[in-house]
């Protein structure tokens, strides 16, 4: 159980933020989430919208270099240790956690983690047999 992850790769100047937000815009693709990894001279701009497969032809035909990625959505807690919990059973796994960000649900009381692992399918496994909630493509895109 996957979601789709948009990364885009822009130049660490002014402007290019913008221009992809105005793309997204343009073609009514909503963000859900958002992380942006730097360095001196470009970012990793990852995204989960609610049309993947539109967002990318939009950007790709703006001139963007875009990339998906299946990556995990975990659902926890909105309290302390909330994604601990989670970690725990995929480090007593042994499986790495590439990266992870997090947004608040729309639920009272709960929290999404996006996790890129190096493991999808043991990460998986491993976290619906903790009893764990994993969301699918829909449940998130259109939350």
Do not use: W
């Amino acid at each position: 159980m996957s979601v789709k992850q948009i990364s885009v790769f822009i130049e660490n100047k002014k402007g290019r933020l913008i221009a992809v937000t105005s793309c997204l815009a343009e073609n009514e693709v909503n963000i859900r989430a958002l992380s942006v990894a730097d360095t001196s001279d470009f970012g990793i701009l990852r995204l989960i919208v609610d049309q993947p497969n539109h967002a990318c032809r939009a950007l790709k035909e703006a001139g963007f270099t875009v990339r998906e990625t299946d990556v995990l959505a975990l659902e926890v807690a909105d309290a302390p240790g909330g994604i601990n919990t989670g970690l725990v059973v995929l480090e007593r796994s042994g499986i790495n956690v590439d990266y992870i960000y997090a947004f608040l649900s729309v639920e009272k009381g709960k929290a999404l983690n996006i996790l890129k692992v190096d493991k999808m399918e043991a990460a998986t496994r491993a976290l619906n047999e903790a009893g764990l909630r994993l969301l699918d493509g829909e449940e998130v895109y259109g939350r």
